[in-house]
Structures are given as C-alpha cells and as structure tokens.
C-alpha cells in the first residue's frame, strides 16, 4: 500500500462519507465487500488491539446508526474499552470469546451481544480461527474511555476475566 | 400455537418492547435465536406476502435503530412497498432476488443491498433455498405505501420487472 493509499483512507474515514447512498447491490468475497475499503481499527499509534480490521458496510445520513465489520485474525483482540453508547453485535464468521460487562462468553457464529453503556468490553477471536462480527452503533456517539491502571487491576481480580485478558483461553 | 401464544406475540410487537437492555449473549440454532419471538411478518389480511417470518434481534430505546431478521421459505416474498425510510440489508443465508428501485438483482449470501426513500422494493426467495437477511432500519420510521393498480402496471411495462413480480425466476 503506497502513502498516497493511506492518506486516502485515512481520509475517507474521518469525513464518514456515506459510501453509498443510491440502491446498490455489493457482493462479498470472503468477507471482503466490493466498493468498501478496508480500514485499519483504529488511527493509534498504541498496541491496544491486535489483528483487528473494519469494513463500514452502512453509512447513510437518512439512517441514524451505521453497520461496521470487524474481523479479528486469529489470536488477535479488539481494544478493551467502554462508553456510554452501545453496541448491538451479530457473529457473522469464526469463534471466540468476548468479556462484556465483568463476564466472559464464548462466542459462536450468529450468536447476538448487547453491549450496555458503561460496560468494559474487548473482543477475542479464537488461537486458531477468525472472529468476524456485525456492529450496529449509533452514528452520533461519544468516544470510547480506556481503563486506568487501577480499573485494569479491579479487572484482574476475576481470574475468568484475569486469562481472558492474557489470552488464555480454549 | 394457542391462541394466548398469538395475542401475546401480538402485543409484544405492538408495544415495541426491547427484548435485551442488558448484556447477553443469545445463541442461535438455525437462525432462530433464543429468546427471541418468532412473529408473523405483518399484521395484514391481505395475501401481499407468503411465507416469511420476523425476528427482532435488537430494539433498544438507547439505540436510534433496529436490527430484524426475516426469512422468507423456498418460494415466498415480502410485501411490494414503498416508504420514506431507508433500509440497509445484509443477506444472511441462502439466495434470491430482488426489485429495487427498477432494478432486480440476484441475491447471494453476505449480499448488501441499499433500499433509499421512496424506492418500490420486493424480495423473494429462489425456487429451493429460503432467503434469511438482516435488515437495519430507524426505530422512528414511516408507513409503508403500497403500489396503485396504475403505479403496479408501470412497473409490470418492464419484462424484467413483471417476470420477478410473477415468481418467474431462475
């Protein structure tokens, strides 16, 4: 990918350009959509995520939440953080687990996750299979607060939550 | 299924309830998710749709948008309507087609179809596959419209059109 690539993403991204706003129909080539780029997580330069990468599939100014792709390699995990929008979450590929709100769930292919305002949350995708997952969001939302060192060790304490965090996990 | 079963899954439909405020994680077994209600497509009389059912995966008051389900059996279609509000679809499972906004399209898993404002749109499930896909849509939406017997005939003046509208499909 050359510089001139990057910019542009990086460009796309922070307008939230609605990347198609007319009737369309963009087929999927596992998992990858036609006419949707491929974006990196986040814009951070820390290594709170690993092996993570989005699609926004729906992003219209006629619909008040957007629908995102996530696809998290194997073995990778998306940033630990909370805020006081939510997620709606629908496993589209692959297995893993998520903590959400002090409990840690095995995560299956179509199964459905509510995430409540305010709760911890990070998405692991399985040693040895991708976790690809849907996430409807509103499209006006507050920016996610990462955890204190304090919070972090409060967190720690669940030895459940204590190796899900290292990745020790089936 | 009793009557009580149908008046209960009446009223929790018209009330709108959100089924999960809380974190959860509801598994599904062949794309019926637990704790989830099965309901009937639309509350109408009239034979505008065969053969298709409604899960509401996530209706939260905290977000400005619902995530549905509907699968339509081998054979089957929605209603032919329009409306001011915009639908965002994700083809979950199986194939099909659809006519939106003058165009039918095939219809293949993991397919992204965008309905705009005011587009007439009709799905249908192939002969031999059922057609299950998500649809996100504002939780604060108009009616739809259905189509004047002159506003059905302008459609049907299109071949393409009129061979979709008749089941006449490969």
Not at 92 to 107: E, F, K, M, Y
Request: overall charge negative; glycine content about 6%.
């Amino acid at each position: 990918m050359t510089t001139d690539d990057e910019t542009q993403i990086h460009r796309k991204a922070a307008n939230r350009e609605a990347p198609h706003r007319e009737a369309t129909n963009r087929e999927a080539t596992q998992y990858r959509w036609e006419g949707v780029d491929l974006l990196p997580y986040k814009e951070d330069e820390r290594a709170l995520f690993k092996a993570i990468t989005r699609q926004v599939l729906f992003s219209d100014p006629k619909q008040s939440s957007e629908l995102r792709y996530f696809e998290v390699a194997p073995g990778g995990f998306s940033t630990l953080e909370r805020h006081e929008h939510t997620h709606s979450v629908l496993i589209l590929r692959g297995r893993g687990h998520c903590l959400v709100d002090g409990t840690v769930r095995q995560l299956n292919t179509n199964d459905l996750i509510s995430v409540p305002s305010m709760a911890w949350h990070q998405f692991r995708a399985a040693p040895n299979e991708p976790l690809g997952f849907l996430c409807m969001v509103n499209s006006t939302r507050d920016k996610p607060q990462l955890p204190t060192g304090e919070e972090l060790a409060t967190l720690q304490r669940d030895p459940a939550i204590a190796a899900f965090l290292r990745g020790d996990l089936p």
